[in-house]
């Protein structure tokens, strides 16, 4: 973390040069993002840039060759590259400042994805292609660096930057995951048991097939409700029309997850822990499906369905993964105790972002 690397209460901007905020600030703040020198996340100190006149509107011969140097260049390994220009903290951040660090990260030998403008006091992440300098896509004061670390993270860190190349969007904001950005879009997926128990006697032929029974999924989302929660929604798709037609009827096509945790796990050695919550209700005579053939049936009494499902999971690369566990609990009018049915798995999600 970036509290690691300074001590804030240690920085007085008042006596800061523009090599002190280099050295005091920027330097440390690179290397907890995961820079440095000479590795697959590399840092460029001052490297020279020449400009074309064509480049700059400039033709003549005889006009003198324009040069610059960007005081950073980070390089993602082959993924690509963004640009940090220091100013000292007695001078606000200007458009000359800008459109100085946007040619930088425009140069053909450098044509960086993203430039930071910093003089200690503000830094300010811009696109290279922004359109002015009131175009930022994330901007932070010094004293908000230790509680938005996650945001930086997500958007500068080596795993971040590579993650939301070429950065079509970004909304800043608390990340659902570390390094992830605010919202993951969730792809295809498969949630594929391996275990199913009941309480009921003679119910064999029937948890087989539930036993064998791949529950798909089309698509979803992870992002925070209006509350900060954490919630992930999945709808579920049946290969059978008629199958998908009745869950769609029953509201039982999709469910939505919440969590208690503030952050999705990016580790398996301590996932996260999300729970959803279905239920429906079947009247007398209405169809629904043999748990051994998935052929429609009509029913002679009427049932309420129950279903909890928890899942311990955690983002890796493009991926959810984890276990989950389905609790089902099927009340009907004719027998007094609850038929039981408990479903175990494995998870995993595509992550489209």
């Known amino acids: 973390m970036i ?17 002190d905020v280099r050295g005091e600030l920027l330097d440390p703040m690179l290397r907890a993002l995961g820079y440095q020198a000479g590795t697959e996340n590399n840092i460029l100190r001052e490297g020279l840039l020449r400009y074309r006149f064509l ?27 963004w640009v940090l220009e220091a100013k000292p903290p007695s001078q606000i951040l200007s458009v000359d400042d800008f459109e100085q660090a946007q040619s930088y ?20 992440i811009y696109r290279s292609i922004a359109r002015d300098i009131a175009d930022v896509i994330l901007t932070f004061r010094f004293e908000e ?18 993650r939301h190349l070429p950065l079509p969007t970004w909304t800043p904001g608390l990340p659902v995951a570390r390094t992830y950005g605010t919202t993951l879009r969730l792809g295809a997926g498969e949630a594929i048991p391996h275990q199913v128990e009941t309480n009921a006697p003679g119910m064999e032929q029937h948890l087989s097939a539930i036993a064998n029974l791949t529950n798909h999924i089309s698509r979803g989302w992870c992002r925070r409700g209006s509350d900060g929660r954490l919630q992930m929604e999945c709808e579920f798709r049946s290969s059978n029309a008629r199958i998908q037609e009745w869950l769609n009827s029953k509201g039982l096509s999709s469910i939505i997850f919440e969590t208690d945790d503030q952050f999705i796990s990016t580790t398996p050695d301590a996932p996260t822990l999300i729970t959803g919550v279905m239920k429906t209700t079947v009247v007398e005579g209405e169809e629904i499906f043999d748990l051994s053939t998935w052929t429609p049936m009509r029913i002679p009494f009427g049932m309420t369905i129950d279903a909890r499902v928890s899942a311990t999971i955690y983002a890796h690369n493009s991926q959810i993964i984890g276990d989950y566990s389905l609790m089902m609990s099927t009340q009907t009018s004719i027998i007094p105790i609850p038929l039981m049915i408990e479903q175990v798995g494995v998870i995993k999600i595509e992550i489209i972002q």
Not at 55 to 81: N, Q, S, W
Not at 145 to 162: D, V
């Open 55 to 81: 480049f700059l509107g400039r033709k003549k011969p005889t006009d003198h060759p324009i040069t610059g140097k960007p005081d950073y260049v980070m390089e993602c390994a082959a993924h690509g590259r």
């Open 145 to 162: 660096i230790a509680n938005r670390w996650l945001e930086i993270e997500a958007l500068l860190s080596p795993t971040g930057f590579r």
């Open 3 to 19: 509290t690691d690397a300074f001590n804030p209460r240690q920085l007085n901007f008042d006596l800061f040069n523009e090599s």
């Open 105 to 124: 990260a425009l140069h053909p030998n450098v044509a960086a994805a993203l430039f930071v403008l910093s003089n200690g006091r503000e830094t300010r």
